[in-house]
């Protein structure tokens, strides 16, 4: 079969597939309408997305940041903090050989402490993903990549600048992002 008639049959058989197949693909990002993505990306082998946005004028302090996981953006499963409050995040930066690095975002809440994190580097290295940690484990009750290529990270100078105001975890800066 010739090239372009098998990209006709890839179209065609693509847009034969029920709704609910296209639909069953994770949200490029959890964020509001209204609000700046700071980090998103969706999940490897799952339909969920996890994202670190910004809603107001966070630059100027007249905003907040908060953490969305879910499905659907509109109600996400889990939001920090709760709408109308601010939560405490950490920033951490994350160093590795060969031009290779990073940042991870980290809050804790009810026990638990999550981990959102990107690296890039050499090669178009681009990776990321969540971590999940039982307060006083060093193992995670869940780790999750980020879909290949799909990482979005924020290039707005304010947005960077408002997160690096933040403190840094100890632990992630001395052991870097906890694994398996």
């Known amino acids: ?16 597939l029920p709704a609910t197949t296209l639909a069953a693909t994770a949200p490029a990002n959890m964020c509001g ?3 700046q ?11 969920k997305t996890v994202s670190m946005c910004a809603a107001g004028d966070v630059a100027h302090g007249d905003g907040r940041f908060y953490y969305a996981y879910g499905r659907d953006a509109s109600k996400p499963e889990m939001t920090f903090p709760a709408t109308g409050s601010k939560g405490e995040f950490t920033r ?31 090669n178009n290295l681009q990776d990321g993903g969540l971590v ?3 307060d006083g ?14 990482v979005t990270d924020t290039d ?3 947005l960077i600048d408002a997160t690096l105001k933040w403190k ?4 992630i800066e001395k052991n870097g992002i906890p694994t398996r």
């Open 1 to 16: 079969m010739k090239p372009a008639a098998k990209a006709l049959l890839v179209i065609a058989a693509t847009a034969a």
């Open 33 to 35: 309408k209204s609000d």
């Open 37 to 47: 993505v700071v980090f998103s990306c969706p999940l490897a082998g799952s339909t």
């Open 92 to 122: 951490s930066h994350l160093t590795f050989a060969g031009n290779t690095g990073g940042y991870a975002y980290a809050f804790t809440n009810a026990g638990f402490t999550y981990v959102v994190y990107s690296v890039s580097g050499s």
């Open 132 to 134: 999940v940690l039982k």
């Open 137 to 150: 484990q060093a193992k995670p009750v869940k780790q999750s990549t980020c879909q290949s290529g799909k």
């Open 156 to 158: 707005e100078d304010a």
């Open 168 to 171: 840094s975890d100890p632990a």
